[in-house]
């Protein structure tokens, strides 16, 4: 017979290795959560499966990324995490994103649902729509495929001045093609983390002081 409690402190070192900070943080986890957590390294479970390739055109065979575990991902000094007054997302939709009312307000109450499942223990609340005119970002029609495509870095900008002050993040999305810059055919998104690295570092700087 297994001893269970050999088993849980295996799973458990392996999800958070010997960091401290870790352990202590998944021994506040309830039951539930650890047992979601402890499902992901079962070889056969029916919460996580692994991600099949289906194309050339993947994102991860046409860009190669180096592989990064957990430990490197929680030691990353570009990480944000929440804090007490910023545990708000804030979604800005550009655009309409779908043909009807009915249709765009199914997808803003989806979003909804799937970021605060994701991103456990924060509040996601929605700006007004605008419009792209409203943004001032450049734009192009694609000499490929003839859609009109937005500049992502300028979308960013304009982003950054809407930014609420008690807000973890501010993200936009839009049904309209992105482009990163003149060279690129197009881009799924794009994100600043400087930004908000800076962000962190002169909240610190301002606090000492």
Known sequence: MTDMRHLSETLKTALISKNPVLVSQYEKLGAGEQRLLNEAFQPVNDLFAPITVHSQS?????????????EQFFSDHYRKAPC???????IQSIGSLGNTKLINEGYI?????????????????????????ATRCSFRVNEHTQNLQIHAGHILAFLKKKKPKDAFCIVGITMIDLYPRDTWNFVFGQASLTEVFEDVQRGKKEKST
């Not at 046409?62 to 957990?70: K, V």
């Not at 007490?84 to 804030?90: A, D, F, S």
């Not at 799937?114 to 729509?129: I, R, S």
Request: charged share 20%.
């Open 84 to 90: 007490p007054g910023k545990q708000n997302i804030y």
């Open 58 to 70: 993947d994102w991860i065979i046409s860009h190669p990324e180096s592989p990064q575990d957990f």
């Open 109 to 133: 109450k989806w979003l909804k649902g799937y970021c605060e499942a994701f991103f456990y223990g924060l509040t996601v609340k929605f700006l007004e729509p605008v419009s792209v005119s």
